[in-house]
């Protein structure tokens, strides 16, 4: 019985390691697009986008934080050169299995439901079947309130900002379609040392300074408000907790996705 048990715990150590690297190549892959094609991830009804270096172990984790944050449908997928795997995640409003189902003429193999779906595509039908889905989508998205909506899960008290929450919240990862990251309110806070990063500055790394404690923030898409958050201010912000880790230390840090 204790030889199963410690291969059990091997077991889950492997895939809670396995798991942390997927997170961690998704996380890599959103700050890449977001870098690369906010335009895209803004301005688009639908997002559709390939990389080779996207594995599709991680493809509908991508989609799915695309969907989550942007409020529309994403399209994504690893180009394995003659054929592309897609997976795709989809907001409440737009239908994926109707949309791959559409276009089907284009696809080697599909199947999914409402939310979310998967495909394999030839390289060579890609610019006909992007064509396609983005008609469908302009014509189906036409009229509909498409602002993302913020489910909070809770307010988050001071004291139970640490690693200990975190790893309590890794627990139920991944996160995705059906299983999203919790998302707190963190009220009257500071928010110090704000600096511009990323491409041409569209994203804020800043301190987050609650009840003495100050913890490392990062804001994307917030640098066009770099003027207007002042330190001397109270804030209440709606957050991600995460983690980092360099050198075998690891410290809290916030994602911050709104503030008021």
Known sequence: MLDENGKAEKFVNKLEQLNSQRQQITDKALKYL???????????????????????????????KISEKYGK?????????????????????????????????????????QQAAGYSIKKENLAQFTQALKT???????????????????????????????????TFAPYGVGNKKPMFILENVNLQNLKKVGSEGKHLSLNTVCQN?????IAFSFGQFFEKITSDKHYNIVCHLSSNKWNNYEKLELQIIDLT
């Not at 302009?138 to 009229?143: L, M, P, Q, T, Y």
């Not at 909506?149 to 790893?167: G, P, R």
Request: aromatic share 8%; glycine share 8%.
């Open 136 to 170: 469908f989508a302009k014509e189906k998205i036409a009229g509909k309130d498409t602002n993302p909506i913020l489910e909070i899960d809770t307010i988050i008290d001071a004291k139970n900002l640490n690693l200990e929450t975190v790893a309590l919240i890794n």
């Open 73 to 113: 449908p994403a399209f994504i997928m690893e180009d394995r050169g003659g054929i592309l795997i897609g997976s795709v995640r989809c907001p409440e409003y737009f239908d994926a299995f109707e949309a791959i189902t559409h276009t089907k003429q284009y696809l080697e193999h599909f199947g999914g439901h």
């Open 34 to 64: 977001e870098a690369n094609f906010e335009d895209v991830l803004k301005n688009e009804d639908i997002c559709i986008l390939n990389h080779k270096d996207w594995p599709s172990g991680i493809i509908g984790l991508l989609a799915g």
């Open 213 to 217: 404690q100050v913890i490392k923030s």
